[in-house]
C-alpha cells in the first residue's frame, strides 16, 4: 500500500517545467550565498583601524626640541618616527651621493620640503622586516639596522643590505618654521 | 492539533503579557508623557536642527553638572550627528567640530617637562568632565552625583521621554508630603513616597525625590535657528540630542535593518518555492 | 549512521580520500542520503535553526572578543568602544546580545516539542540527556556572558546568583568566596567568567556533536511517533529537510534582524546601560526572561536552601523525564488527556516567567487585598508563583507517571505513511 504511494512520486509531473524548478533552486541558493557573503564584510572590516584610532591618525610636533645634529624619536600610529635635525654636513654629503648607485634611487631634495633641508622626517622601521635602526652606524653616516645589517645614509636611503627601500618619508606639512604636522 | 493548541497558548501567553502591563500599583513614577520623536519608527532618523539646539542646551546648561565621557568632538561631526556635513566625510577635519573643540580645555602631559598641564581640545578628544572624580562631584552637589550622560537615553526606562518628563516634570509637592534639604518632588522620578506622606496612605502621590533641582526654564537658551524657546523646546531637544549621544548609530542602524529584512523577506519567499517544489511530489 | 553507507566516491580524489579519512561519506550519510520521516512538521526545524544561533554567536563572540577588555575598569568603556568605534561594532554586538534571546526561544520551542511528540522515550533517552546538558551549558554561559559587560545588573545579576551557592550548608560561604575570587563580585570574578564564557560555547559545540551523533543513531522522533518501517516512511535528507529547515531558518532571521535592526534593547535591561557599582543596587533586580520561570521557582519558596533547591530541582526534572513518563504512546497527538496537561503546562511556564518579572508582593489582581498567608497576600505574585511552581513539579512528578498507566489514548497508525494515505484516499 505504502508503495503505491511512493510510486506517485516518480509520475513525471504533468504542466510544470523542469528547467523553472531547477531556477528556482538556483536563485535560492544564490540569493542565501550572496546574503552569507555580504554578512562577511562586517566581519572582516571590524579588524580595521576604529575610529578613535583613525582620529589620533595625526600628529602635531614641535621642532623647537630637537637640537642641530639631534634626533627625536617620537611614536605615530604607534611605530616610531626620526625628526632628524641635520648637520650641514650631513646634508652635503647626501646631496653629494644623489646619483650614486642606489637600491632605490631618489634625491636628497625629495626626501625634505622645499628650503627645510635641515629637517628629515622619516619612518623609523627598517624598510626590510620592521625593526628599528640606530642612527650613526654603518659607513654612509646615516643609520644601521642590527637585524639584518642594513644600512642607510644620512638621506635615509637604503645603501646596503638586504632591505628594498628607503626609509619612509610619511606626508606631513609644516604649519609654521617650528611646527610640523604628521599625517 | 497541536497548531490549534500552540494557537492557544499564544493567546494565553500574549494574555499573561498584557496583564502585567497595566499592573503598577499606587505610589510608583507617572508613565513618562507621551512625545513624538523623529527618530521613531522604522524609518526614523535624527532631526539635525533639533539635535543642533538639543547640543546647544547641553554644552549651556547640563554639562555643568555632567559629564559625558563616552562622546568625542569628532562624534559631533559623524553621520547622522547634529554638526555633520557631507562635505567633511572625515569628521576631525569639520570646522565646526574643530571649533567646538577648541573651546574646551582638556588635561595633558606637557611632553617635556611631564607636568600635568590643560591644552585645548582636538576633535580625537573626549567631551572632559565638569568634575575631577566622582568625590568631587558628589561634594559641589549635595552629596548626589549627577549621572554621565552618554548613556542617560538608554539607561532610563523610557529613554528620551523619561527625560523630557522629569525637565518639565517639576511640581510643588502635594501637602502632606515631607520634602527634605536638597530634595524636589517629581511626579516622574522613580521612588516610593509612602515613608515620606503623612496623607492618606491609600493615594500616596505618584513620583520620588530628584536631588537636581529644575534645571530649565523657559528663555534659558536662545537658539540660533530662531526657534522659541518654551521650556517644552529646550528638554525635547536636549532629550534627542541625549538619545543621539546614547545611540548616534541610530540611523545607520534602521537604514541597514530595512534592507536586511527586505533582502530576508525575498530570501524566505524564494525558499519557500524552492520547498514547495521540492516536496510537490511527497504526500506528507 | 544507522544501515549501510550509499556513498560512491565518484573522483580518483575522493575515493583516495574516502580511503583514508571518510569525513566526505559521513557528512553524506549523516546529511544528504539520511533517511528522515517523511512527516516531520516545521516544529522539527528548530534543530536547523539552533546549529545556526550557535555558529552565530560563536562567530560574533570571538569578534567581540577582539575588542573587549576584560578588566573591572575596562570592561563597560571597551562595550562602548565596540558601539561607537569598531567598524560594524554596533552590529556584532547587538547580534550578539539579541543572538542570546533568540538561542533561547529557539531552545525552549525545541525542549516544548521533544516533550510533547514524547522524543525523550526510549530509545532517545540519552538523546535528551545530552539535549539537557547542553541546556545546562547554554545557561552558565548565557549567565557569564551577561556579566561582562559590566553594567548595574550585571554586577548584581552576579551577585544574586553566585549568593545562590552560599546557601549550601557548611561549604556554603567558601564556594561563593571561592567563586568571586575575593570577598565580592570583582575583577577577577569578571576574567574567570570572561575565561569561562569563552570556554563553553566549545563545551556546547562538542556536546552537540554528541546529540546529533546519538539522533542519527536513533533516527528521528516524527509527530506520530511511530518509528519509520519501510523507505515509505522516510525521504532522503537533502534536498527534503535541508530545504525546509532552510526556509524554516529564514523566517527565523527575519525575527532575529526585527530584534538586531529596530529593538535592539527591548530584551536588555535599561540598568545595564549604567556602570557597575557596587554600592548600589538597581531598584528593581531581575534575571534576563529566559531566566524568569526558575526565578520564579527560587523566589516562591520562602527558605534560602529550599528555594535554590527547587530551582535546581526544576532542571533535575527535565533530566528524569524519560523515567518519569510512563506512557507506552510517544506522541501527545494521541494522549488527549496528556494534551491538555501539556498545554497547562506550556502556560504554567508563561506565568512563571511573568512572575519573575514581578515584584513579589505586588498584586496579580490591581487594587484587590484579599487576606494574607504566611506574610503575602494571597493576591500577590508570590503566591501565584507557588501554584505554578506546584504545578510545573506536579506535572512531572506526579501527572507523566500516574497518566500513563490510567489514560485512554486514541489508536496509534501503524505507520508513518499510512494516515498520509488515508489523508490522500480522502482527497482523491
Known amino acids: 500500500m505504502a508503495d503505491t504511494a511512493v510510486g506517485a512520486t516518480t509520475e513525471p509531473e504533468h504542466g510544470s517545467d523542469p528547467s523553472r524548478r531547477d531556477f528556482i533552486h538556483i536563485a535560492a541558493v544564490a540569493a542565501a550565498a550572496g546574503g552569507a557573503a555580504t554578512l562577511v564584510w562586517p566581519f572582516i572590516d571590524q579588524m580595521n583601524p576604529s575610529a578613535d584610532t583613525r582620529a589620533l591618525a595625526s600628529t602635531e610636533f614641535d621642532l623647537t626640541k630637537v637640537a642641530e645634529g639631534q634626533q627625536v624619536t617620537i611614536k605615530w600610529r604607534g611605530k616610531p618616527l626620526f625628526v632628524r635635525n641635520r648637520t650641514k654636513a650631513e646634508i652635503a654629503k647626501a646631496v653629494k651621493d644623489d646619483h650614486a648607485d642606489m637600491k632605490d634611487p631618489a634625491t636628497d631634495a625629495s626626501r625634505v620640503k622645499p628650503g627645510k633641508a635641515q629637517w628629515l622626517i622619516v619612518g623609523g622601521n627598517c624598510t626590510h622586516l620592521g625593526c628599528v635602526p640606530t642612527f650613526g652606524g654603518g659607513e654612509y653616516g646615516g643609520w644601521f639596522c642590527p637585524c639584518h645589517g642594513s644600512v642607510y645614509d644620512t638621506s635615509g636611503r637604503i645603501r646596503k643590505g638586504p632591505a628594498p627601500k628607503n626609509l619612509v618619508v610619511p606626508d606631513y606639512a609644516f604649519l609654521s618654521d617650528t611646527k610640523v604636522k604628521i599625517g | 492539533m497541536l497548531r490549534k493548541l500552540s494557537v492557544i ?99 595633558d602631559i606637557d611632553g617635556e617637562t611631564g607636568d600635568a598641564i590643560k591644552r585645548p581640545a582636538t576633535p580625537a578628544d573626549r567631551f572632559p568632565s565638569p568634575f575631577a572624580n566622582e568625590a568631587a562631584a558628589r561634594a559641589a552637589n549635595g552629596g548626589a552625583l549627577p549621572p554621565d550622560m552618554s548613556l542617560l537615553a538608554k539607561a532610563r526606562e523610557g529613554g528620551p521621554a523619561h527625560i523630557y518628563s522629569i525637565v518639565v516634570g517639576y511640581q510643588a509637592p502635594p501637602k502632606g508630603l515631607k520634602v527634605g534639604p536638597g530634595q524636589n518632588y517629581n511626579p516622574y522620578m522613580a521612588g516610593d513616597l ?91 | 549512521m544507522s544501515g549501510h ?55 560574533t563572540g570571538i569578534i567581540l572578543v577582539m575588542h573587549y577588555t576584560p578588566s573591572a575598569q575596562g570592561a563597560f568603556a571597551s562595550v562602548e568602544h565596540i558601539m561607537r568605534d569598531v567598524n560594524y561594532g554596533w552590529l556584532i554586538r547587538y547580534m550578539h546580545a539579541n543572538g542570546a534571546s533568540m538561542f533561547f526561544i529557539a531552545v525552549y520551542i525545541h525542549m516544548l516539542r521533544g516533550l510533547y511528540y514524547g522524543s525523550y522515550k526510549a530509545p532517545r533517552e540519552v538523546l535528551w540527556l545530552l539535549g539537557c546538558v547542553i541546556y545546562l551549558l547554554m545557561m552558565a554561559t548565557a549567565f557569564m556572558g551577561y556579566v561582562l559587560p559590566w553594567g548595574q545588573m550585571s554586577f548584581h545579576g552576579a551577585v544574586v546568583i553566585t549568593n545562590l551557592f552560599g546557601a549550601l550548608p557548611l561549604v556554603g560561604e567558601s564556594i561563593t568566596t571561592w567563586l568571586w575570587g575575593g570577598f565580592a563580585v570583582d575583577n577577577p570574578t569578571l576574567n574567570r567568567f570572561f575565561s569561562l564564557h569563552y570556554l563553553l560555547p566549545f563545551m556546547i559545540a562538542g556536546v552537540v556533536i554528541l546529540h546529533i551523533w546519538a539522533l542519527h543513531v536513533v533516527g528521528q522522533n516524527n509527530p506520530t511517533g511511530v518509528d519509520p518501517k519501510s523507505k515509505a516512511d522516510t525521504v532522503p535528507f537533502t534536498p527534503y529537510a535541508t530545504v525546509k529547515d532552510g526556509f524554516a531558518m529564514s523566517v527565523f532571521l527575519i525575527l532575529f534582524a526585527f530584534f538586531v535592526f529596530y529593538m535592539p534593547n527591548a530584551l536588555g535591561h535599561a540598568d545595564n546601560y549604567i556602570e557597575a557599582n557596587p554600592l548600589v543596587t538597581p531598584s528593581h533586580i531581575v534575571p534576563e526572561w529566559y531566566f524568569l520561570p526558575f526565578y520564579a521557582i527560587l523566589r516562591a519558596v520562602p527558605d534560602k536552601l529550599m528555594g535554590v533547591l527547587a530551582m535546581f530541582g526544576a532542571i533535575a526534572c527535565l533530566f528524569a523525564l524519560p523515567w518519569l513518563d510512563t506512557s507506552k504512546v510517544r506522541s501527545m497527538r494521541y494522549r488527549p488527556t496528556a494534551k491538555i496537561y501539556f498545554l497547562f503546562f506550556v502556560v504554567v511556564c508563561c506565568i512563571l516567567g511573568l512572575c519573575g518579572a514581578k515584584l513579589p508582593d505586588d498584586p496579580v489582581i490591581p487594587h484587590l487585598t484579599t487576606f494574607s498567608v504566611m506574610g503575602s497576600d494571597l493576591n500577590s505574585f508570590v503566591w501565584l508563583s507557588r501554584f505554578a511552581a506546584l504545578y510545573y513539579f506536579a506535572f512531572f512528578l506526579v501527572v507523566l507517571p500516574v497518566l500513563g498507566l490510567v489514560e485512554k489514548t486514541l489508536p496509534v497508525p501503524d505507520s508513518i505513511a499510512s494516515p498520509a494515505l488515508s489523508a490522500d484516499a480522502k482527497k482523491g
Request: hydrophobic share 40%; glycine share 8%; charged share 20%.
Open chain 2, 194 to 284: 509612602s515613608s515620606y506622606w503623612s496623607g492618606d496612605k491609600e493615594h500616596v502621590p505618584p513620583g520620588g525625590f530628584i536631588a537636581m533641582p529644575q534645571p530649565l526654564k523657559a528663555g534659558q537658551v536662545t537658539f540660533d535657528d530662531g526657534t522659541k524657546s518654551t521650556l517644552e523646546q529646550e528638554a525635547k531637544d536636549v532629550s534627542a540630542f541625549l538619545m543621539w549621544a546614547a545611540e548616534p548609530k541610530l540611523e545607520e542602524r534602521k537604514q541597514t535593518g530595512f534592507a536586511v529584512l527586505i533582502y530576508l523577506i525575498l530570501l524566505s519567499g524564494l525558499l519557500y518555492a524552492s520547498y514547495k517544489t521540492v516536496w510537490r511530489n511527497e504526500s506528507h
Open chain 3, 5 to 59: 553507507s550509499t556513498y560512491q566516491p565518484k573522483t580518483g580524489f575522493e575515493r583516495w580520500l574516502d580511503a583514508r579519512l571518510p569525513i566526505v561519506r559521513l557528512g553524506y550519510d549523516s546529511f544528504v542520503d539520511y533517511p528522515t520521516p517523511r512527516n516531520l512538521n516545521y516544529w522539527w526545524t528548530f534543530g536547523g535553526i539552533l546549529s545556526l544561533c550557535l555558529a552565530s554567536q560563536l562567530i
Open chain 2, 9 to 107: 497558548a499564544a493567546v494565553a501567553g500574549l494574555l499573561t503579557v498584557g496583564a502585567s502591563a497595566p499592573a503598577f500599583a499606587n505610589g510608583g513614577a507617572l508613565e513618562p508623557k507621551d512625545v513624538h520623536w523623529s527618530f521613531e519608527g522604522p524609518f526614523g532618523t535624527f532631526d539635525q536642527a533639533q539635535l543642533q539646539r538639543g547640543y546647544k542646551v547641553y554644552r549651556e546648561v547640563c554639562s555643568a553638572c555632567h559629564s559625558m565621557k563616552l562622546v568625542a568632538f569628532r562624534n559631533l561631526g559623524d553621520k547622522g550627528a547634529p554638526f555633520y556635513n557631507p562635505k567633511y566625510p572625515n569628521s576631525n577635519e569639520n570646522p565646526v567640530v574643530k571649533a567646538i573643540a577648541k573651546d574646551y580645555q582638556v588635561a
